[in-house]
């Protein structure tokens, strides 16, 4: 499968996710604090470079690729991801520089589920939306308890492995798994471009 065929491929998951988490939030009283961006600030963030191809290939569109890989060559003693923006919230969308291009692990976290040690779907949220807003956690959670559906983080990492089983086999830090996507994509691009003789 060509890297603009993975694009789209993973893109379509997104797209479904996206379907899921809607109906999810209009059926649930949990929702983000305002400008948060704490998820962001987590040392350990991990990522497949599969979800991050559809970001690396924007970039190659847009001709920013080698800028952003010499950004994260360059900068690898701060574990915080790159698209992190502390100083205030873009656009309406967090913290994040490109929103629109975040990883599945960036889309999933709040609003999704694991499977806890009964085989029931647990809620995969941070500690200020429990401690913050405990009663809309706690009213999400039962909603979930009594059969309310919810986006399975497994299941969509599931469908990111048939796209790819290669590139969604093993999570990397945030800032590998988007250098990693971005040599995956300029070394393909660098194959597809016929060469001057």
Same mark, same amino acid.
């Given at each position: 499968?060509?890297?603009?065929?993975? &694009?789209?491929? &993973?893109?379509?998951?997104? #797209?479904?996710?996206?379907?899921?988490?809607?109906?999810?939030?209009?059926?649930?009283?949990?929702?983000?604090?305002?400008?948060?961006?704490?998820?962001?600030?987590?040392?350990?963030?991990?990522?497949?470079?599969?979800?991050?191809?559809?970001?690396?290939? #924007?970039?190659?569109?847009?001709?920013?690729?080698?800028?952003?890989?010499? /950004?994260? =060559?360059?900068?690898?003693?701060?574990?915080?991801?790159?698209?992190?923006?502390?100083?205030?919230?873009?656009?309406?969308?967090?913290?994040?520089? #490109?929103?629109?291009? /975040?990883?599945? &692990?960036?889309?999933?976290?709040?609003?999704?589920?694991?499977?806890?040690?009964?085989?029931?779907?647990?809620?995969? $949220?941070?500690?200020?939306?429990?401690? =913050?807003?405990?009663?809309?956690?706690?009213?999400?959670?039962?909603?979930?308890?009594?059969?309310?559906? &919810?986006?399975?983080?497994?299941?969509?990492?599931?469908?990111?492995?048939?796209?790819?089983?290669?590139?969604?086999?093993? /999570? #990397?830090?945030?800032?590998?798994?988007?250098?990693?996507?971005?040599?995956?994509?300029?070394?393909?691009?660098?194959?597809? $471009?016929?060469?001057?003789?």
């Amino acid at each position: 499968m060509s890297i603009p065929q993975k &694009v789209k491929a &993973v893109e379509a998951v997104f #797209h479904a996710l996206e379907g899921e988490l809607r109906q999810f939030q209009n059926q649930t009283p949990l929702r983000c604090l305002t400008g948060c961006g704490e998820c962001c600030k987590k040392p350990d963030i991990e990522a497949t470079v599969l979800e991050m191809i559809p970001l690396a290939y #924007h970039w190659y569109q847009t001709g920013t690729a080698e800028a952003w890989l010499d /950004r994260l =060559e360059t900068s690898d003693a701060d574990p915080l991801c790159k698209l992190f923006n502390p100083f205030g919230t873009l656009q309406g969308k967090g913290n994040c520089e #490109h929103y629109a291009y /975040r990883g599945l &692990v960036c889309r999933l976290f709040g609003f999704a589920a694991n499977l806890n040690k009964y085989g029931k779907p647990l809620l995969a $949220t941070c500690k200020l939306l429990k401690e =913050e807003k405990a009663e809309a956690y706690q009213q999400t959670q039962a909603w979930i308890d009594a059969g309310g559906r &919810v986006p399975m983080i497994r299941d969509y990492y599931m469908k990111l492995y048939a796209i790819d089983p290669t590139l969604s086999e093993q /999570r #990397h830090p945030i800032n590998t798994a988007i250098r990693l996507a971005l040599e995956k994509v300029l070394l393909y691009y660098y194959y597809q $471009t016929p060469k001057a003789s």
